[in-house]
């Protein structure tokens, strides 16, 4: 497979995706016509904030499956179009932080101690302090705009210099600001108010876009101090110099301008505005951490396995991940089974959770059965990102229900499937860390270990069945590893399940559906 590396990231990253046995392309900078036109050979992408992922670019990039962020901010990615496609879009959300919120002092005691423009007059030998008088943080009261991973970094650096600290960010927990010793306010405006310094750490969305403005300039405090390390516009660039030239803002240090790379904004020719190249996150630990944890990223994607990190899948932790990669292996196994042992169409399937899986958090593994379930009958591309997307668009009714208390098993994870006029059932578990064992279908109970080639049969309850298999498929050079029989009560008809070691042909498949006393047998494909 194929993938570009559109803008900069570390050697480092670029090793792991050659380590990979990835084609890797490293082509930075390159004009939108000819990224255009190249993109359809590429399987994943790897950009920072520069280049624009948006409906355009998709509707060209027909073999793309995993577009991966090189850092946090994903504005510059259009989410609705990859989740259609089925595009993984994975990002690096830890990775930088420590170094966008150092960047954010650093702006803040270059603005307010004006550091920049000293270093330009001695350097220009001119040993002149007029006009550089600058402010302490000691006693000051700095208010931050989102108290996510960046804030609340800015938050803790900076009591430790004296400052006291104060937080608007409607969408986290009381206990949060508690957490960061920050007092929470509960409007804009009152942070505004009460602000000697502003800083700004929120994604850029259409609620957060120009929410420092005018109104805002207009109940701030005379000589008020801002930084944006974030996303430029969140602070309204228009704005914000009318109010440095009315002597409002004091200061301000910026990172970030709406029309990056351009260097079109009123804030740059003006004296008391620190301006750096969106450098936030250029440090060497960060372009470190992102670029090797980009490559990663895009390598389990372009596996098929669920992603930490994922934008468009359900927010997973590395540890998180970690525990419930087996239950996700088993749910998708348990997919797997139905299509290929029923032809019914599904109309419902409930994905009942008991023991200790039923304390986790489940909805990847929900979409890991899904996934296993489509799979196995669609063409189109089938993963974690758009598998529940197909089941609502083919009208199957996903539901997900926790059972407490004790089982026969620590943990288990049972499908019933729906169709028309039956229910389908089939159950699995985890014994240790990572075995996966099916343990139920449709009633009859086994202790099977999935393996990639298996055999499938239903026969008559009665001596010489297994026999005949075994015969017929050791004709066939076809060599069983194991073997398990289930049968049930008030049946004639017992299940067995054949591991073996290799693809068992249509012909052998024909001869043992046509045996006396099978009622059906089909290759299973795990
Ligand atoms: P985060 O998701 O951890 O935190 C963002 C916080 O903003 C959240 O707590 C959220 O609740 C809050 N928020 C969202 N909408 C809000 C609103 N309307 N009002 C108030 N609060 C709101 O994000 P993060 O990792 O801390 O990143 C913060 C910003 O920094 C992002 O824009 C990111 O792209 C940017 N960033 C910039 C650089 C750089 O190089 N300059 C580097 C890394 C990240
Ligand atoms: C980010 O969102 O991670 C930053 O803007 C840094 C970057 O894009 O390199």
């Known amino acids: 497979m194929k993938v570009l590396v559109a803008e900069k990231i570390a050697q480092e990253g670029i090793d792991i995706l050659k380590n990979a046995n990835l084609i890797v392309d490293v082509q930075l900078n390159l004009p939108r016509e000819k990224l255009l036109e190249i993109i359809k050979d590429y399987d994943a992408i790897i950009v920072r904030s520069v280049t624009k992922i948006n409906e355009e670019f998709y509707e060209k990039a027909q073999k793309l499956k995993v577009v991966g962020r090189a850092g946090t901010g994903v504005d510059n990615i259009e989410m609705e179009g990859a989740t259609k496609r089925g595009i993984i879009v994975v990002n690096t959300p830890e990775a930088n932080n420590v170094s966008a919120a150092e960047h954010t002092i650093g702006l803040l005691l270059s603005s307010i101690r004006y550091i920049t423009q000293g270093n ?34 800015v938050a803790t650096r900076l009591q430790a210099f004296g400052m006291k600290v104060i937080a608007y960010d409607p969408y986290i927990t009381d206990a949060r600001f508690k957490k960061f010793g920050v007092e929470k306010k509960e409007t804009l405006e009152d942070l505004v108010r009460e602000s000697d310094i502003i800083t700004v750490h929120t994604p850029k969305t259409e609620e957060t876009f120009g929410m420092i403005g005018e109104e805002q300039f207009k109940i701030a405090k005379k000589g008020l101090r801002v930084v944006n390390c974030a996303r ?39 004296e008391n505005v620190v301006n750096t190249p969106h450098l936030g996150a250029d440090t060497e630990e960060a372009q ?5 944890m980009v490559a990663h990223e895009v390598v389990s994607a372009l596996k098929g396995e669920m992603v930490p990190n994922a934008v468009n899948l359900p927010t997973l932790q590395i540890t998180e991940l970690n525990d419930l990669k087996a239950y996700l292996k088993l749910g998708e196994t348990l997919g797997k089974l139905y299509h290929q042992l029923e032809k019914d169409p599904v109309e419902r399937i409930e994905i009942q959770y008991r023991g200790e899986i039923a304390d986790k958090e489940t909805t990847a593994v929900t979409l890991s059965v899904l996934k296993g379930l489509f799979e196995t009958i669609l063409k ?135 045996m006396e006393g099978i009622l059906s047998a089909q290759f299973v494909k795990l």
Do not use: H
Request: hydrophobic share 40%; net charge neutral.
């Open 120 to 153: 330009k007059r001695i350097k220009g030998g001119n040993w002149d302090r007029s006009g550089l008088k600058g402010i302490e943080l000691q006693g000051k009261t700095l208010g931050i705009v989102g108290l996510g991973r960046i804030g609340s970094l």
């Open 380 to 514: 189109e591309r089938v993963n974690y990102v758009n598998a529940s997307l197909i089941a609502k668009n083919r009208g199957v009714e996903v539901t997900e229900s926790k059972i407490t208390g004790e089982g026969k098993y620590m943990n288990l994870i049972k499908l019933l499937i729906s169709s028309k006029d039956k229910t389908y059932t089939c159950s699995g578990t985890v014994f240790g860390k990572d075995e996966i064992r099916i343990v139920e279908v449709n009633g009859y109970e086994f202790d099977v270990m999935p393996s990639p080639y298996m055999l499938v049969a239903i026969n008559l309850d009665k001596p010489g069945m297994i026999g005949q298999i075994g015969t017929l498929l050791g004709v066939n050079k076809i060599n069983i590893a194991t073997m398990q029989v289930s049968r049930k009560k008030n049946t004639e008809w017992a299940m067995m399940f054949l591991a073996v070691d290799s693809e068992v042909c249509k012909e052998s498949l024909e001869l043992i559906n046509n």
């Open 288 to 292: 470190y951490n992102v670029g090797t």
């Open 232 to 270: 430029g516009g969140i602070i309204n660039e228009e704005a914000l110099a009318k109010a440095i030239k009315e002597g409002i803002v004091a200061s301000a240090g910026i990172d970030v301008l709406v029309d990056e790379p351009k260097c079109n904004s009123p804030l740059i020719e003006l």
